[in-house]
């Protein structure tokens, strides 16, 4: 069994949730009346414009509707409430990879989004239900562009600046957005990088539904404009009121979407709620990070992910905190620029991937304490497991073992946190991700549906809706109920099927073992490895391919594709080939999916109908021994044969 670590004392003290008897209460009271605990909540945290009627109706499940009839607006919710009491309060503190500042106060940041919502509305005709594709980098006007478009009721889309034209091209098409706002481009590892060509080139065709670009101006580069089509943020935005009145939005009116990769298929619009979204935002926020008045909070994730959108932007806003937001890469100018960061900034709640921890501690291992970091009092990690290594160095290293960290478990389809630990509360343990947050119905089980026991792996299932959950998939509920929802029921309702491998270890903590589907996830980011594969099979030399995650020390994940080429003697070419398909791969996909090994291979196992057993080409990539039986396959020897390739 491996180590537990109790609560800081002096912490839990002070904590909202300050020991396991309080929490246990309240996952009682959640489970004895779970219509009730939801119902309290909503009416504690949400400023209503109107009530609602419902808490849930479940009469045509896996639709949900929660706090139905209801009415709010996100944006009152996150800046006009907190006039009263906060108007002079740093609501977002901004920092520049050149090192400079912006400190926008929340009437600041309230009068900048009614600027630019009333620009929406009326420069570029957008209303309520209009999609607006977000392109940005990390600057304070992603941000506003987020808010501007709750504010007036139109559904944003935010897509990762990593991603290619092409595949903005298809978020734009598949969205039927009217609108792009990007930037002309921002500053990475030093240098100015580029946003707006990437967006003219996937505007060239067959985006007719999106006939404006708005562009913030942040590098000053040159840019092509077009005209009647781009128009410059900037200037445009002095000349709007800075009053606008909120459109009032039902509970279960979309307020964004998030693409997402699946095991099969494109990228999925992942629908979020109102209401329900930002009730789970900020409970999570005071909650999971305990997170108090005079606080400073940073996450450092990408708006442009689902981590950004709810605890850089919605869950702090939605409780009146100081959240930062950083535009560049950790390790500019040096490794230790996050530390610095830290301790100018005076910085209590530290939200990061695994993946950047064990970056900075392979690179600076002796960074942190060259800083003053004091100042924390709960650490957090999220977007896959963390090995016991680096939650040792994150602990003891940036947390000087007195902070908390919190592994949260949750995926863009919950909105929010699911599993985690409660930093006042639960004694933690590294690689676990502890136990279920009250109110959320977790549970693993076999292939036949039943509970496993202690010690075995399973499928992390959650057997009730919860407020924040995915309402559908944009354009196509059908694939919504079947990527999400097997035949398993309970009580009768469809359980959720999250595509987590999961299990519990002998004190019943959960262990969250990885995806059990084709969906890879490197560096935190998920990849469908269908369409990684459909994109390579796009080469005219490309036979066969099937794509796999390897392990890697940094990335947690990396991508590895077994290629079949066409032809008999292709072995020459391998080395153009390669290089071809990364091109192919950040043309239409994007940087983020580069291949970080590929294998020629003969032919690929499979089945004798057809289908390749990927799961012993994922044992290969492992350097695991293959357990599986290998004598239902079409031709098994050559599964002997790719392990001597890729062992050579
Ligand atoms: O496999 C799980 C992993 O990230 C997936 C969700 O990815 P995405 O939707 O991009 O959202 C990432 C940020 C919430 C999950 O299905 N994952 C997320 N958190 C953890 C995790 N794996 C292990 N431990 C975690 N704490």
Redesign the pocket.
């Given at each position: 069994m491996s180590q537990v670590f109790e609560p800081n004392r002096e912490f839990s003290r002070d904590a909202r949730i300050k020991n396991m008897c309080e929490f246990k209460e309240l996952r009682l009271q959640a489970e004895e009346d779970f219509e009730g605990y939801w119902d309290k909540m909503a009416k504690e945290k949400i400023d209503w414009f109107e009530p609602y009627d419902t808490v849930l109706d479940e009469s045509n499940a896996p639709f949900y509707k929660w706090f139905n009839g209801g009415k709010l607006n996100v944006t009152h919710q996150c800046l006009g409430r907190h006039l009263k009491t906060r108007k002079n309060k740093a609501a977002i503190i901004w920092e520049g990879e050149d090192g400079s500042k912006r400190i926008i106060t929340y009437l600041q940041l309230y009068y900048r989004v009614n600027r630019l919502a009333n620009l929406l509305k009326n420069k570029f005709n957008i209303k309520k239900g209009d999609r607006v594709v977000l392109y940005l980098p990390m600057i304070p006007e992603a941000a506003f562009a987020m808010l501007a478009c709750a504010k007036i009721g139109a559904i944003h889309s935010i897509v990762f600046g990593g991603f290619s034209a092409d595949a903005l091209r298809d978020r734009v098409q598949d969205a039927q957005a009217k609108l792009v706002i990007t930037a002309d481009g921002a500053f990475r590892r030093g240098k100015p990088y580029m946003l707006k060509p990437v967006v003219d080139e996937a505007l060239k065709e067959g985006c007719e539904c999106c006939s404006k670009v708005l562009i913030v101006q942040r590098n000053f580069e040159d840019i092509d404009y077009v005209p009647g089509r781009d128009y410059v943020y900037n200037e445009m935005i002095m000349n709007e009121s800075q009053h606008c009145d909120p459109e009032p939005m039902d509970a279960e009116d979309p307020l964004f979407l998030l693409y997402?990769s699946g095991s099969t298929g494109k990228p999925k619009g992942v629908q979020h709620s109102s209401a329900g979204y930002i009730l789970w935002a900020q409970y999570t926020m005071e909650h999971v990070f305990d997170v108090k008045e005079n606080d400073t909070f940073w996450c450092t994730a990408d708006v442009g992910?689902?981590?950004g959108h709810t605890y850089i932007v919605y869950g702090p806003l939605a409780m009146g905190a100081t959240t930062i937001m950083y535009e560049g890469v950790p390790t500019y100018p040096d490794v230790g620029r996050w530390w610095k960061m830290i301790e100018e900034h005076r910085v209590n709640q530290f939200y990061t991937a695994p993946t950047a921890i064990r970056l900075l501690h392979k690179l600076g291992q002796d960074e942190p304490a060259k800083h003053d970091l004091s100042s924390l009092k709960v650490l957090g990690?999220?977007?896959?497991?963390?090995n016991p290594d680096a939650w040792m160095w994150y602990y003891n290293e940036i947390g000087g073992g007195k902070c908390s960290i919190v592994?949260?478990?949750?995926?863009?389809?919950t909105g929010g946190h699911m599993i985690t630990p409660l930093p006042g509360a639960t004694p933690i343990k590294p690689g676990s991700?502890t136990f279920p947050l009250p109110g959320i119905m977790a549970e693993i089980i076999d292939e036949d549906g039943n509970p496993t026991p202690k010690g075995e792996k399973g499928f992390l299932c959650i057997t009730k809706p919860w407020p924040s959950m995915i309402r559908t998939i944009w354009g196509d509920p059908d694939r919504f109920v079947k990527s999400y929802f097997g035949d398993c029921k309970k009580d009768g309702k469809p359980v959720y099927f999250?595509?987590?491998g999961a299990m519990y270890d002998d004190d019943g903590y959960i262990i969250?073992t990885?995806?059990t589907d084709d969906v890879i996830?490197v560096s935190?980011?998920?990849l469908g490895t269908a369409e990684i594969e459909a994109v390579l099979g796009h080469h005219v030399n490309v036979a066969e391919v099937a794509v796999v995650g390897k392990p890697d020390a940094i990335k947690g994940e990396c991508i590895f594709a077994y290629i079949v080429l066409k032809g008999e003697d292709t072995i020459g070419e391998e080395i153009e080939m390669i290089q071809e398909l990364n091109k192919l791969i950040t043309k239409e996909i994007g940087n983020i999916a580069k291949l970080d090994g590929i294998l020629f291979v003969p032919g690929l196992p499979k089945t004798r109908s057809g289908k390749i057993m990927r799961r012993i080409l994922r044992s290969i990539a492992k350097s695991e021994a293959i357990t599986q039986d290998t004598s239902t396959l079409e031709d098994p020897s050559v599964v002997t044969t790719i392990e001597k390739l890729f062992n050579r």
């Open positions: 997402t992910w689902i981590t990690t999220v977007g896959e497991p963390i592994d949260t478990w949750w995926q863009t389809e991700a999250s595509g987590d969250i990885g995806r996830n935190g980011h998920r």
